[in-house]
């Protein structure tokens, strides 16, 4: 059973946006609306049982990739479209005839708590329509609602906000703020938060970082999607803040995916707030990641500004990295500032496709992004059950790095099944490994 599938009848986010991909969607034979952004066109809907997917093309299919690759998802090619069945609700990225411009299908469960309309704590955004918002500022208890088919333009603020959620499966779009310039701002940006959730919606046209935790604490994020187009698109920077989870979330950057940071706020605010706080406790799982910056951007990253004592207890855990693009790294800590950077786990992780960077370890000084002179160190961080598709354009020219420096170390890296291929990882010459000043390092 389909639910809640409406849409807007006309929209498009960009003038630069193709008129018409040549593409229709139907699911279980009743046609969905495709959205369409900068940088892909997308699908969402929700959903109970299975999902009978077919895409029709206005032109001869040839190659078909249903990424992530582990679903395992199984289709019937015919000339002009392709069908294929989902079980249950995932996020799923189409791409036809190695198309730069792919389809996003978001399938998803039905929302649970879905809150009243009438309810003075809560703002709610009906489908169907587009609503100009400019900046939206949450207060402690305040729910916001943005229900499928609905659009809101603008941005998202809280600060020393309690128990606040924002949900729903509706689209917010930052096409109308500056795309440059001094006056470019983050899009959602959640600081001195507790006790936050967000859940469902879809962030499209970030004019810079795409949501943005800055010394918040009990954060949940799930089944969260972005599709950001600009340099700079971070997908979810987790500055200075504490005991965050990011569950189920499909992330599509020009940047890094997931940042870890800790850094003085870069929007004019309150000058004695600061994200430049420990970083403890948070978990990122269960998701798919795409780095598409051509010029840099790593996939999951800790750093580079890390002006804090202590950033330890990170997880990432079953995620598959569709593509890291450019010189990014898909797993890759850069330690420029004072903090120490320990306990750090990357376990069941599948990379489809990586092109400079498979592993980038490193005490750094960057004298744009760092300021502490006494920089801090790395120890600790364990690597179980990784697969990476090496493949023809990169083989042998793919290197991973390892380096602290004399006073600033880099100690105790476990790389336990590690497969490159079929071929499991049992030395520094089968990762490509370049090290200094790096010690204990193991392969099991």
Same mark, same amino acid.
């Given at each position: 059973? *389909? ?34 952004? /900068? ?63 792919? *389809? ?16 003075? %704590? ?20 305040? /729910? ?14 809280? /600060? ?22 001094? %006056? ?49 698109? %971070? ?19 020009? %940047? ?157 890296? *476990? ?17 490509? *490994? ?11």
């Amino acid at each position: 059973m *389909l639910m809640n599938s409406s849409g807007i009848s006309a929209y498009n986010y960009s003038e630069n946006c193709p008129a018409a991909t040549g593409l229709r969607l139907f699911v279980n034979g009743k046609r969905e609306f495709l959205f369409h952004a /900068t940088v892909a066109c997308f699908a969402s809907f929700s959903m109970e049982g299975r999902a009978e997917i077919a895409i029709e093309t206005d032109f001869p299919v040839e190659r078909v990739h249903i990424r992530p690759l582990s679903f395992g998802i199984e289709y019937q090619q015919h000339e002009r479209s392709i069908s294929f069945v989902i079980a249950e609700p995932m996020n799923v990225f189409v791409e036809i005839n190695d198309q730069k411009y792919p *389809l996003f299908i978001f399938a998803n469960p039905p929302m649970k708590d879905v809150p009243s309309e009438n309810d003075p %704590d809560v703002i709610y955004f009906k489908a169907g329509v587009i609503h100009e918002v400019g900046t939206l500022r949450l207060k402690s208890n305040q /729910t916001l609602y943005i229900e499928g088919g609905a659009v809101v333009r603008g941005v998202i603020r809280a /600060t020393d906000a309690e128990n606040i959620r924002i949900c729903g499966y509706g689209v917010l779009d930052g096409s109308l703020e500056p795309a440059d310039g001094p %006056d470019r701002r983050h899009f959602v940006v959640l600081e001195g938060c507790r006790n936050v959730t967000m859940e469902g919606i879809i962030l499209i046209e970030t004019p810079h970082w795409m949501i943005v935790l800055g010394d918040c604490e009990n954060v949940e994020i799930r089944n969260i999607k972005e599709i950001g187009h600009c340099v700079s698109s %971070d997908g979810i920077d987790i500055v200075g803040s504490r005991k965050v989870l990011v569950e189920g979330v499909f992330l599509r950057n020009n %940047d890094d995916c997931i940042a870890v940071k800790a850094l003085n706020n870069s929007e004019p605010r309150n000058a004695k707030r600061t994200w430049a706080n420990d970083v403890q406790d948070v978990i990122i799982r269960n998701s798919v990641m795409y780095s598409a910056e051509e010029n840099g951007g790593n996939c999951l990253e800790i750093g580079f500004e890390l002006r804090t004592g202590l950033v330890e207890n990170i997880v990432f855990e079953n995620i598959d990295v569709i593509a890291v693009h450019g010189f990014g790294s898909v797993f890759s800590i850069h330690n420029g500032d004072r903090a120490l950077v320990r306990n750090v786990r990357y376990e069941n992780i599948r990379i489809e496709h990586f092109y400079d960077k498979l592993i980038d370890i490193r005490v750094v000084d960057s004298p744009k992004w760092n300021e502490d002179k006494v920089k801090g160190a790395i120890r600790d961080i364990h690597f179980k059950n990784i697969q990476a598709i090496e493949q023809p354009f990169n083989s042998g020219y793919t290197c991973s790095l390892i380096g602290g420096i004399a006073s600033s170390t880099v100690d105790h890296i *476990l790389i336990e099944d590690f497969y490159l291929n079929d071929k499991k990882i049992n030395n520094e010459d089968d990762l490509w *490994l370049h090290t200094k000043h790096a010690n204990h390092i193991r392969f099991k």
